[in-house]
């Protein structure tokens, strides 16, 4: 690797997990790092109020602050389009590209990708989401040719609150949900702690595991034609996908 990759990441305003996360991933790979750009998210619902914090403008304006730290690529390191649709990320990736010249993808897209790519048609779905967002997102999926054959939820809507949840709980979830064998889990919350359970987890219940936090800086080295499996000690994702 001759020169700088820079990954640029559209993070939710009360997100601190995925900061550290991302920057603990790249850590052992000279010369990539990754950069932030916030908007305002702080509760994650199906009201009105809560969807439009997820408008296309106010993340454009964040990757236009990326841009000028000349990334390499964007990713949106949030999951929204899994109750708001896959089509929103990808019109989304097309109006940042159009607008900054930067190739972009976004946590959602990227598990979208990992699935067909590792054919995992059922899957387990741990997320600390409201009821009726869980719902959404196992429909949505469903629409993707994706069945949800298990889920665990924790009935939460403040976004900042999703970090307080402990190893122990994300762990138990997780193991609940390998009890019916799916194809492969998702930990799908990229304020959740789940990247740095899953290389343990994933020895100990033999399912693959795809968190989004870790879905997102797998595609952005993709799409900065970087290699995944430079990256070691955080599950199967950056060994085995390619």
């Not at 994650?44 to 454009?60: K, R, T, V, Y």
């Not at 999951?79 to 993808?105: V, Y």
């Not at 990229?190 to 693959?208: D, F, H, K, Q, S």
Request: proline residues 5%; glycine residues 6%.
């Amino acid at each position: 690797m001759n020169s700088s990759i820079r990954l640029g990441m559209l993070t939710p305003s009360s997100n601190t997990v995925l900061e550290p996360v991302c920057s603990a991933m790249v850590a052992g790979i000279p010369r990539v790092s990754c950069h932030f750009a916030r908007f305002r998210v702080t509760e994650i619902s199906l009201g009105s109020a809560a969807l439009q914090q997820f408008d296309n403008e106010p993340m454009l304006v964040a990757a236009d602050l990326l841009a000028d730290a000349k990334v390499d690529a964007v990713c949106w390191n949030g999951t929204s389009a899994g109750w708001l649709g896959f089509d929103r990320d990808r019109a989304l990736c097309k109006d940042i590209l159009h607008r900054t010249g930067i190739p972009a993808s976004s946590s959602v897209l990227a598990i979208d990708d990992i699935f067909r790519i590792t054919d995992v048609r059922r899957f387990g779905l741990v997320s600390p989401y409201m009821p009726n967002v869980q719902q959404r997102i196992i429909e949505t999926f469903a629409t993707a040719g994706f069945e949800c054959t298990v889920e665990r939820h924790l009935n939460i809507s403040e976004n900042f609150s999703f970090a307080n949840v402990t190893a122990e709980m994300l762990s138990e979830m997780v193991r609940e949900v390998a009890q019916s064998g799916p194809d492969g889990i998702t930990i799908f919350c990229t304020n959740l702690r789940g990247a740095p359970l899953v290389e343990e987890l994933e020895e100990e219940i033999g399912i693959p595991i795809y968190d989004t936090t870790s879905a997102a800086v797998w595609a952005g080295l993709r799409i900065a034609k970087a290699d995944p499996t430079l990256i070691r000690g955080w599950g199967r994702l950056f060994r085995e996908v390619s």
